[in-house]
């Protein structure tokens, strides 16, 4: 059983920046891939970004465009979503998820993941 706990997200102006982490219960972390998604209001779940089990992979949804950066510990069970130049747009509430991968590899489709976070709230204002 793994349980993802998702924490960071809040309120911020635009052109502001947010850390979101992301804490994975279980035993076997390094050998999860793991996601990023976000869900707006009324408009199906976005691929984020995902890191492969090791971090040696890393990928990036098209509306990132450098802004934000994924990264984890696996000492701490926990990765992360740095999120920078933020836009109202990127308000959504954000999803932890994990994926079983057997070598560094990671997915950019939410049904691959097997298990997800309740998520956090980011609200971007204008």
């Known amino acids: 059983q793994v349980q993802l706990v998702e924490s960071g997200g809040g309120l911020v102006q635009a052109g502001g920046s947010l850390r979101l982490s992301c804490a994975v219960s279980g035993r076997t972390f390094s050998s999860y891939a793991l996601g990023w998604f976000r869900q707006a209001p009324g408009k199906e779940r976005e691929f984020a970004a995902a890191?492969?089990?090791?971090?040696?992979?890393?990928g990036y949804g098209h509306f990132v465009e450098g802004r934000f950066t994924i990264s984890r510990d696996n000492a701490k069970n926990t990765v992360y979503l740095q999120m920078n130049s933020l836009k109202p747009e990127d308000t959504a509430v954000y999803y932890c998820?994990?994926?079983?991968?057997?070598?560094?590899?990671?997915?950019?489709?939410?049904?691959?993941?097997?298990?997800w976070g309740q998520g956090t709230q980011v609200t971007v204002s204008s």
């Open positions: 890191i492969g089990p090791s971090g040696g992979r890393t």
């Open positions: 998820a994990a994926d079983r991968k057997y070598y560094d590899t990671y997915s950019d489709e939410s049904a691959e993941y097997d298990y």
